[in-house]
């Protein structure tokens, strides 16, 4: 690593020291999974050696991060505003660190349906929270009961759909990139059960 950025080296040193410690490993442990010196780690984690590229790389790996996130700086653009839908009563925020994973605010309305034709299926996973109210998910032929606090988490290749009961409900997703690809084109094709007060999306 260059020495010109004395911030960022500065950062990574305080890094590996925090993800050494964050694991519970001593000195001893971290420099043998690295195949460094005791000694030598201490010098790098204290600043009396210098930061060498295939040494950043050998303890990312040990450290079981990636060398991006260990010489990672902070961006200006830390606030993310929300993309607003509002004909279907959601917020959608992207996640810029996992750009393959959305984060979804939407208000649920309708009660979940009635016959499975209207449940969709297709590659990924999703989680949701439910912050206010009480969701019903149908998940194939299973339905459960999920309140204000509860979270649930599955795998979107089951047939699934959601609705409120007693009222709307608020709920929070998590989708990785399958799941939102998969609920974008039955958006776009207005698949049957895309209704959106039934359905999370």
């Known amino acids: 690593m260059e020495q010109g950025n004395d911030e960022l080296d500065g950062l990574v040193r305080k890094r590996i020291r925090a993800l050494r410690l964050a694991q519970g490993w001593s000195l001893e442990e971290l420099a043998g999974r690295a195949n460094l010196s005791q000694s030598s780690l201490s010098r790098i984690e204290n600043g009396r050696r210098r930061l060498a590229l295939d040494q950043l790389v050998t303890l990312a790996r040990a450290l079981d991060t990636t060398l991006d996130q260990l010489v990672e700086t ?20 992207p996640v810029k660190g996992d750009p393959g994973v959305t984060v979804v605010r939407q208000r649920v309305t309708g009660p979940p349906p009635d016959y499975p034709a209207r449940m969709r299926a297709h590659p990924g996973r999703e989680w949701l929270v439910v912050l206010s109210g009480t969701a019903i998910l149908m998940l ?11 979270a649930a988490e599955f795998p979107t290749m089951l047939p699934h759909a959601m609705g409120a009961e007693g009222g709307p409900c608020d709920v929070l997703g998590i989708f990785d990139r399958d799941a939102r690809r998969g609920h974008q084109r039955a958006a776009r094709g207005g698949a049957e059960g895309d209704d959106p007060d039934a359905t999370l999306t």
């Open 74 to 93: 902070a961006s200006d653009d830390v606030i993310i505003s929300p993309v607003i839908d509002s004909a279907r009563g959601r917020m959608q925020w």
């Open 140 to 150: 194939g032929h299973r339905r459960f009961r999920v309140e204000t606090h509860q």
